[in-house]
């Protein structure tokens, strides 16, 4: 049980990034930025000051620039969330009374992390949050009180609630979107391994009939080998014994046999081993054309 929680908890899977969503993370960012700004601007939310969302919203657009030109997207949105990070302290310490709306803004971090980093770096953005939210307790307790009163105005508090909607269905857009790309990615390499385990077979099919095909030829010429090996030792050797014996009677002057006879005993012999030579030639030429 233990393994399985540690194996569910700290395994990365390594899921693809994919730097066109990295990108458009950004971008969200950013906009959304500038709605809080425009918020501000127009209803005081209660929840920052103009002071602190211009400054924001300004470092978001030039981050936005150099992903634009083609700095890496994975560390713009990394100093992105950092920059951010650093804006929700600003405002707390600011204004202590608005506790409990960065408590529930910073759960976005985490969820954006994982577009810009994976699994682990995830992890710790969540470890860094749960621990700056004991340390912001701990912080307003000390300075407001173990409770506050907040006046919660509708139109301020309603335009803050549209915009952390739209932050965290864009965050899990964004997590679907990624996971969607690796997954089509993933189908697609298997699409290619299917393609190529069928083209292995087929040349796998086309291996064996070679082979089938080259081990018939060897077996033919092995049967030629055994005939030639036969002509060699019986046809051919034949004739020249018969050729070599004539020869011998020749030699010998006390033999009784005539020149003529030995002669006719020659031309026979000889006759046959060139035919049986004619024969091997003829089956050599056969074997070529083959």
Known sequence: MQERLKDWLLKDYKVPKSEGVQF??????????????????????????????????????????????GVNTRLIGNLQLAVLYLMFQVSFFMLPGVFHVFIYWMVSIPLLAFIFGNL??????????????????????????????????????AFAGIIFTITLVACFSLLYNL??????????KNREVVELISQLKAMNGSLEKVV?????????????????????????????????????H????TDQITAGELMDIVKVSATSLDDVIKEIGKSLDEQERV
Request: proline letters at 4%; aromatic letters at 6%.
């Open 24 to 69: 458009i993370t950004i971008l969200i960012l950013t906009i959304l930025t500038g709605l809080l700004a425009l918020g501000e601007y127009i209803v005081d939310l209660k929840a920052t000051s103009m002071p602190l969302i211009i400054p924001l919203l300004v470092v978001n657009i030039l981050l936005l620039i150099l992903a634009k030109r």
């Open 179 to 188: 996971l969607g790309r690796s997954y089509s990615r993933l189908r697609s």
């Open 120 to 157: 682990r770096t995830s992890h710790i953005w969540l470890v860094v949050i749960l621990a700056t939210i004991c340390i912001d307790t701990v912080y307003g307790t000390q300075s407001v009180g173990s409770s506050y009163e907040a006046s919660i105005p509708y139109l301020p508090y």
């Open 212 to 248: 089938e095909e080259r081990t018939r030829d060897i077996e033919e010429r092995n049967k030629k080998l055994k005939k030639y090996a036969f002509m060699n030792s019986h046809m051919v050797r034949a004739p020249l014994a018969n050729i070599l014996g004539a020869i011998q």
């Open 250 to 253: 020749l030699e010998d002057k």
